[in-house]
């Protein structure tokens, strides 16, 4: 899957964006305020119906105006569409595909798979395991595809048993969220499993590109929420008193995460920050081509500032990386010398222009 026509409207400093994106690479050139990040805000928000640097949703909306607009034409000639309004007292979305209603964001979740990379992403990654949580079940959500519904049962249970632990339920109502919460978790664990598994494999080819140096050496361990060794009713039967004391439920497939180790300790104590970048592409790379060949859809991945962090030299591996993962691609950069070594030797590619927010296409 890859975007065509791209149409925004009154998103950030954007007034008005419509152009023909190049189904391959394309690149984003302007200065620092001119509108690179809100153009691949725009795109991320048709994909997720969230933006990736802003929790509150106003915040996208163009200032002065009361709403907001994004659609896109795809290569398979579907049309996606979000309309998120403002009134007085409460903002409402209207998504629409091929002009038909949906009651659901995650519909058009299904069409685009969006994945983005910023000079950020890697601060997240690195600290709290929310982002790479959030990472992983993107992947699974495209993936394997039982995990939605699973995913929005355990969080049903999870919000059942908490509450029974912050009333301190009786000993009987307790024990049964208790039994089914664990039998949850142990079937999301599962699955998490395997997809963990099939991101370290793809994960290797993308390093070996990206980060030969130490591409052998990286170890992912996925860490399932509770110890492995062990059933989860055993280890809540063990936390009974202190989960009761606490008021919710201190493991299961909620607290899972995914830790990253090179010559045993974490990877962001061995590595520089462009390695660090190197790494969070060669994984977002590895993910967007296992949705693909699960999906049969070709995920987009956007890139965000590729100048900062990354030299010459790495930005020549992470063009090998883009000529090989064969999906569309979206590189913003401040100038025209930041992306010299990414573009591609075939005429496969277009460059914009942005300047307070108006897009143009850039001549040789
Ligand atoms: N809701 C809004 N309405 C109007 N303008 C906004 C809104 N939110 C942000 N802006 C402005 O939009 C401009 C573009 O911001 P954006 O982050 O997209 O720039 P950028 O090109 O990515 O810059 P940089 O190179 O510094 O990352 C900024 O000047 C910002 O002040
Ligand atoms: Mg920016």
Known sequence: MSIGKLFIQYFRNIDNVSIDLHSDVNFIIGD???????LLEAVFYLGHGKSFRSTKV??????????????AKTDKNCQLGVRKGFGASASHSEVRIDGEKQSKFS????NVAVQVITPESFILFFGGPKQRRRFIDLGLFHVKHSFS???REFSRILKQRNA????KADYATLS????????????????????????????SFWLKIMLPSVSDDIVIQYLQGWNSKKSLIDVLSQYRDKELAIGYSLFGAQKFDVRFILNGTSLDNQLSRGQQKLFLLAITFAQAKLIERVNRVKP????????????????????????AIECQV?????????????VPLQENYKMFHVKHGKLSVMSE
């Open 176 to 203: 049964y969220w208790t039994e089914v919460f664990a039998e949850s978790s142990e079937q999301i664990a599962k699955l998490r499993d395997e997809y963990v598994n099939e991101l370290t494999k793809e994960l």
């Open 32 to 38: 620092n305020g001119s509108g690179k990040s809100s």
């Open 149 to 151: 519904d699973h995913w």
């Open 58 to 71: 106003e915040n996208l909306l163009k200032h002065e105006k009361n709403s907001f607009v994004v659609s």
């Open 164 to 167: 029974c632990l912050r009333r």
């Open 107 to 110: 519909s058009l979740a299904k």
């Open 330 to 342: 979206i590189v913003t950069a401040i100038d025209k010398a930041a992306v010299e070594q990414l």
């Open 300 to 323: 987009i991945l956007l890139i965000d500032d590729v100048g900062a962090e990354l030299d010459i030299h790495s930005r020549a591996l992470l063009n090998s990386a883009i000529a």
